[in-house]
């Protein structure tokens, strides 16, 4: 793999996404020094992905050097909000503190009602969700995570049917999200329908699992549109919140009932991977 990675940085020394997985190989073979100068050249490559400064704070982190960790993580939670809610960041004091402090600065901004929805959704706070959930989409009219919080704000208030309308638009408009099939998953369990929420959650872990970082830059350098996920299993990401964590751990015990021991191992070792503790 690691020299698979090498020579795909000599075909093209310009894709960020090479040197972080070399250098997650590199921290796999214990050449740490070596993975700290790559997973930095990702980072600085591509400033504005939030893959690579977390890989560099969870590195930092396992070394002990917290306050270029809590630096690092700064950095991921400015770059996407949503990630103060990822089962990730709940996993040390650390990244908590990092999680709470980014959390007090970006709720005073105006434009953060998305993520304001979603966190009521974690408080179970139906009404103010709804609300909140409202106001994200008449500033933002075509996000598909502002229509699939909005269906489940629906749920909790007991309109189930009226659910259903929200979260066919949220697929309509982003349809490889695993945040929205997660949703349209917890839909169809309310409905009754357990065939419909097995299939949404399976396509909810294969869409968190095979995450892309780099779809763009693939489209406009090769001319291919269908890259599958990008990044080598020996790095970190944080994708998966802790209600998904806990939904993707029922599909590793339901595929263990089938005997899909090796389905049910992968899954249960990509919620390790997702932790990072």
């Known amino acids: 793999a690691w020299q698979r990675t090498v020579a ?6 310009y894709w960020p996404v090479h040197y972080a997985n070399l250098a997650g190989l590199e921290w796999a073979s214990d050449d740490i020094p070596a993975a700290l100068i790559d997973v930095r050249a990702a980072a600085e490559a591509d400033p ?13 982190e396992q070394l002990g050097n917290e306050e270029q960790a809590r630096r690092a ?8 909000p949503m990630m103060v809610r990822r089962l990730f960041f709940a996993q040390t004091n650390l990244r908590r503190s990092v999680a ?24 179970n706070d139906w009404e103010e969700a709804n609300s909140l959930l409202d106001e994200a989409l008449s500033r933002d009219p075509r996000s598909g995570l502002s229509y699939a919080g909005k269906a489940l704000a629906l ?6 049917q009226d659910a259903a309308q929200w979260i066919e638009v949220a697929l309509f408009l982003d349809p490889s999200s695993p945040y929205v099939l997660h949703s349209a998953s917890q839909l169809a369990l309310a409905r009754a329908d357990s065939a419909a929420a097995m299939t949404y959650l399976e396509a909810s872990y294969r869409q968190a699992r095979d995450i892309s970082t780099s779809r763009l830059y693939y489209a406009r350098a090769y001319f291919r549109f269908f890259l599958p996920g990008d990044l080598v299993p020996q790095l970190r990401t944080a994708v998966v919140t802790p209600d998904m ?6 599909l590793a015990d339901y595929y263990e009932g089938l005997g899909r ?14 932790a990072a503790p």
Request: glycine share 8%; aromatic share 10%; hydrophobic share 50%.
């Open 261 to 274: 021991r090796a389905d049910a191992e992968e899954v249960r070792l990509f919620l390790v991977r997702q």
């Open 155 to 160: 749920v909790g208030l007991g309109e189930v």
């Open 100 to 123: 709470d402090a980014a959390l007090v600065a970006y709720l005073a901004r105006e434009g953060a009602a998305e993520l304001k929805g979603w966190l009521a959704l974690d408080r």
């Open 48 to 60: 504005k992905s939030p893959v690579f400064p977390l890989n560099l704070g969870w590195m930092e």
């Open 73 to 80: 993580y700064a950095t991921v939670v400015e770059l996407d």
């Open 245 to 250: 964590a806990s939904d993707f751990s029922g």
């Open 8 to 13: 795909a940085i000599e075909i093209d020394p």
